[in-house]
């Protein structure tokens, strides 16, 4: 068995560049002509557009509202923004709010259905409404509340009480208290459409009261929740001018208008508050053009490890621990029942078929065949792995699974894992219990047993398991050692990982143990996870000949560490030996002193290499300048999963240790080489001294 330690930190925090969609609630009463009579709120509106419209994920809806809206769905046609940049567009007498959120609420749902939960889970709602004034018309509940109804002789309520008797008469003559007396269409008994007032609803309703405003500000907001959107937000703007210029561009407009700034801005300030957003007070007549600039940015989100999951690719569990000699997903058992190569992963080749024998095994009931290359009739036409599961992209389009999704159906577990333990890479299963044993398929295939035979007592007693320390945020250095950036990381320690004796001669005892891990941004639900691979090779010949020999294999921090400064002081003890200049010793030095000065063949601990094996294992670590090609900490052996190679991004700490033993062993044969042929060199017969005797 052998237990796997580590640290893994997710990538950086980062903006999810999806859809960032902007709703505009634009006030076109009639006031707007004295309040910005030179139109500067279009001037403001065209440019911010314009700079936003540079981001191919930013969108425009448009709500121009007044006794009425017209509309504009999501867009980024200039054609369609244009007629909501025009001064000429019309104004109206009225200022409804509550029909402007009204509105506003069904398009955003309208849109959050259409797109589906994937996208609407990234994108980014943001909600601005631009207004000059208080909402109006604005109603009292009840029909008879106003100086008409309260002086017509007639029960307009149905309370029984007529007139001067109704306490909602006390006071009528104040309008404050009564604004039903400015408005016709506060007790009219005559049905208010849509294309009126949109959210105008039964017989005299409260209308564009605070609290039927704020109700439509939190149904806004609820929306995010409802369909798990990724953000929604309220922005509200005030527009004024000084009194002076008011009256200028319209004499008389105040007691026309009934300019309430402080009304207004109280009311404003509560919309933005309540809808997460920033209220802005703009004197239109002074400001620039940037006071409708809010945070328009795509959504940031931390990331999060969502799974984490080890295996033994030469190793599976049927019963027993059975040897897979070539890691192709099929147990050398079963490839001899089978007739196929237990050393190769497509045993039909080199005519081949494209096809992997695990593949063609899972799929030999649908016209595949492991050893007939002209089955399928349809060879594989693209034999690259697009998103690193293991699976071709020809074996994706088999199975029906996603090319660029590593978990295609999201439950944690990767396309190609879920092939070979037998379960479904396109439905989430993960949680079913496909053998009833007791034990869902996730937990068996993360514990390395087998999810469709009932052995849940192997489960319990010899299963792989898991300790994840959540660390939290932390300063990671950037790979180019010129910084660092926060990541969230963790620590594990991954136990009881089975090990086996392959007996192939390239690769004897070796044992190829991957680990992946799957992370998605916190608050973005839905979203696709993103996947990393570390691997590590131990040697396993049997319990008394296996590196490491503890059975303990750590690969965090201290131990990248430990690696490089004691190769640095190998070849610095080199360097020192040969007399080198820092500024010129490179990896050439060393080779020429490994050439002059080791036998063709070189021992290191108990077994013979040869020389040139020693060489090429130097130069794949060190580079010319004498760098080191390792990571300089733990969570680097972490590569993402569409680019990770395992021959290439393979941890072998018994190379290193090898290499570490060739460099000490150069070192030490540094002094009396030079000094043997410096001796050589001063003998009056120089090398011929050594010929016959």
């Known amino acids: 068995m052998l237990e796997l330690r580590g640290s893994y930190c997710t990538e950086p925090a980062e903006e999810v560049v999806f859809p960032v969609k902007v709703l505009f609630l634009l006030d076109q009463s009639d006031s707007l002509q004295c309040t910005d009579s030179q139109h500067r709120?279009?001037?403001?509106?065209?440019?911010l557009i314009s700079d936003l419209r540079?981001?191919?994920?930013?969108?425009?809806?448009?709500?121009?509202?007044?006794?009425?809206?017209?509309?504009?769905?999501?867009?980024?046609?200039?054609?369609?923004?244009?007629?909501?940049?025009?001064?000429?567009?019309?104004?109206?007498?009225a200022t409804d709010y509550q029909g402007a959120l009204a509105t506003a609420v069904r398009m955003l749902e309208e849109d959050m259905v259409a797109i589906g939960p994937a996208t609407r889970a990234r994108t980014r709602y943001v909600v601005i409404l631009v207004s000059d004034g208080v909402p109006e018309p604005r109603c009292n509940a009840g029909c008879e509340d106003d100086k008409a109804a309260c002086?017509?002789?007639?029960?307009?309520?149905?309370?029984?009480?007529?007139?001067?008797?109704?306490?909602?008469?006390?006071?009528?003559?104040?309008?404050?208290?009564?604004?039903?007396?400015?408005?016709?269409?506060c007790n009219t008994r005559k049905e208010v459409t849509d294309d009126v007032y949109v959210d105008y609803q039964g017989l005299c309703p409260a209308y564009n009261q605070p609290e039927q405003i704020m109700a439509r500000v939190s149904s806004l907001l609820e929306l995010e929740d409802i369909y798990s959107a990724g953000d929604v937000a309220l922005h509200t703007?005030?527009?004024?001018?000084?009194?002076?210029?008011?009256?200028?561009?319209?004499?008389?407009?105040?007691?026309?208008?009934?300019?309430?700034?402080?009304?207004?801005?109280?009311?404003?300030?509560?919309?933005?508050?309540?809808?997460?957003?920033?209220?802005?007070?703009?004197?239109?007549?002074?400001?620039?053009?940037?006071?409708?600039?809010?945070?328009?940015?795509?959504?940031?989100?931390e990331q999060w490890m969502s799974e984490l999951v080890a295996y033994n690719a030469n190793a599976r569990r049927d019963g027993e621990v059975e040897l897979d000699s070539d890691g192709d997903g099929l147990s050398d058992r079963v490839e001899e029942q089978l007739g196929t190569r237990i050393d190769a992963g497509d045993s039909d080749k080199p005519k081949g078929d494209g096809y992997s024998d695990l593949l063609e095994h899972a799929l030999g009931g649908s016209g595949f065949d492991p050893l007939q290359a002209s089955l399928p009739a349809v060879s594989c036409g693209?034999?690259?792995?697009?998103?690193?599961?293991?699976?071709?992209?020809?074996?994706?389009?088999?199975?029906?699974?996603?090319?660029?999704?590593?978990?295609?159906?999201?439950?944690?577990?990767?396309?190609?894992?879920?092939?070979?333990?037998?379960?479904?890479?396109?439905?989430?299963?993960?949680?079913?219990?496909?053998?009833?044993?007791?034990?869902?398929?996730?937990?068996?295939?993360?514990?390395?047993?087998?999810?469709l035979v009932p052995d849940a007592e192997i489960w319990r007693s010899a299963r792989i398991r898991y300790a994840i320390t959540d660390r939290g945020n932390l300063a990671v250095p950037t790979e180019d050692g010129a910084g660092s950036e926060e990541r969230h990381c963790y620590d594990f320690a991954v136990t009881s990982i089975p090990l086996v004796t392959p007996y192939l001669a390239a690769a004897r005892g070796r044992n190829r143990v991957i680990v992946y891990t799957l992370e998605k941004?916190?608050?973005?639900?839905?979203?696709?996870?993103?996947?990393?691979?570390?691997?590590?090779?131990?040697?396993?010949?049997?319990?008394?000949?296996?590196?490491?020999?503890?059975?303990?294999?750590?690969?965090?921090?201290?131990?990248?560490?430990?690696t490089r400064e004691g190769l640095d002081a190998r070849l610095q003890a080199v360097g020192e030996c040969l007399g080198a200049d820092p500024e010129s010793f490179g990896r050439a030095d060393v080779l020429e002193l490994a050439s002059a000065c080791l036998p063709p063949k070189v021992q290191i601990g108990r077994i013979l290499y040869g020389r040139d094996t020693l060489v090429e294992l130097l130069q794949s670590v060190v580079r010319e300048d004498l760098s080191l090609d390792l990571p300089d900490v733990g969570t680097r052996i972490f590569v993402p999963i569409e680019s990770f190679v395992a021959d290439r991004d393979c941890v072998r700490t018994a190379e290193l240790t090898t290499l570490d033993g060739f460099l000490t062993l150069l070192a030490s044969e540094c002094a009396p080489c030079l000094a043997a042929r410096a001796e050589t060199a001063a003998s009056p017969c120089g090398d011929a001294c050594t010929e016959a005797p």
């Not at 709120?41 to 440019?47: N, P, W």
């Not at 007044?66 to 509309?71: A, E, G, I, L």
């Not at 017509?152 to 009564?178: A, Q």
Request: with cysteine; proline share 5%.
């Open 237 to 301: 703007v005030l527009l004024f001018s000084p009194q002076g210029v008011v009256e200028g561009a319209c004499p008389g407009a105040s007691t026309l208008f009934g300019y309430n700034h402080d009304a207004a801005k109280g009311l404003l300030q509560a919309m933005a508050q309540a809808g997460g957003g920033a209220f802005r007070d703009v004197n239109i007549e002074t400001e620039d053009d940037q006071f409708l600039r809010f945070d328009f940015t795509s959504l940031r989100s």
């Open 521 to 562: 941004p916190l608050s973005l639900a839905g979203s696709i996870a993103r996947g990393h691979v570390a691997c590590a090779e131990v040697s396993y010949q049997g319990p008394s000949d296996k590196v490491p020999e503890s059975g303990v294999l750590d690969l965090g921090d201290a131990f990248w560490k430990q």
């Open 151 to 185: 002086s017509d002789g007639v029960d307009n309520d149905g309370d029984g009480i007529i007139d001067g008797s109704d306490p909602d008469c006390v006071g009528v003559e104040d309008s404050s208290t009564h604004p039903d007396n400015n408005y016709g269409v």
């Open 41 to 47: 709120r279009f001037g403001a509106l065209g440019s």
């Open 54 to 93: 540079k981001s191919p994920s930013t969108s425009f809806g448009f709500i121009g509202f007044s006794s009425w809206s017209r509309q504009q769905g999501f867009t980024r046609k200039q054609s369609e923004i244009d007629p909501f940049l025009d001064p000429a567009g019309g104004l109206g007498p």
């Open 382 to 451: 693209d034999g690259k792995d697009f998103d690193g599961d293991g699976l071709d992209n020809c074996e994706e389009d088999a199975l029906g699974t996603d090319r660029r999704a590593p978990d295609t159906d999201g439950d944690g577990l990767t396309d190609w894992l879920e092939l070979v333990s037998g379960t479904d890479p396109v439905v989430s299963d993960g949680l079913r219990d496909l053998d009833f044993d007791g034990v869902a398929n996730r937990d068996e295939i993360r514990g390395g047993t087998d999810p």
